[in-house]
């Protein structure tokens, strides 16, 4: 015959193990890619221009994001959305000048 502790501690156990295997409410996040508008950079070095400037992330660059529209970085975190991940994007090159923009991954909800 089992003590009493002993069937208070195999319950525990029992209710421990079944909700290891019964998953809880899923909350559904939102997540979207957002770009902002592409920046000619000129990045080689020439005799008019020997120090290259390459585009600068602020928080003024504006980004248009899928079902939500153009925003900053900080209008996007007054609303919520976390960013996720930040990518400078070459979207291609014509003679010495680069074609460059940003691309942020947004995240709202777990």
Excluded at 5 to 33: K, N
Excluded at 39 to 47: F, R
Excluded at 50 to 55: A, F, L
Excluded at 68 to 92: D, F, H, K, M, Y
Aim: proline share 8%; net charge positive; charged share 10%.
């Amino acid at each position: 015959m089992k003590t009493h502790a002993a069937i208070v501690f195999t319950a525990l156990m029992a209710v421990a193990l079944s909700s290891m295997w019964v998953p809880g409410a899923a909350y559904a996040g939102e997540a979207h890619v957002c770009h902002s508008k592409v920046q000619k950079a000129q990045i080689q070095p020439t005799p008019s221009n020997p120090r290259p400037q390459m585009p600068v992330l602020t928080d003024k660059t504006a980004f248009t994001c899928p079902g939500i529209g153009v925003r900053t970085i900080p209008q996007l975190a007054e609303t919520g959305w976390s960013i996720v991940q930040v990518q400078g994007q070459n979207e291609g090159f014509v003679g010495p000048v680069a074609k460059l923009s940003f691309t942020l991954v947004i995240q709202k909800g777990s």
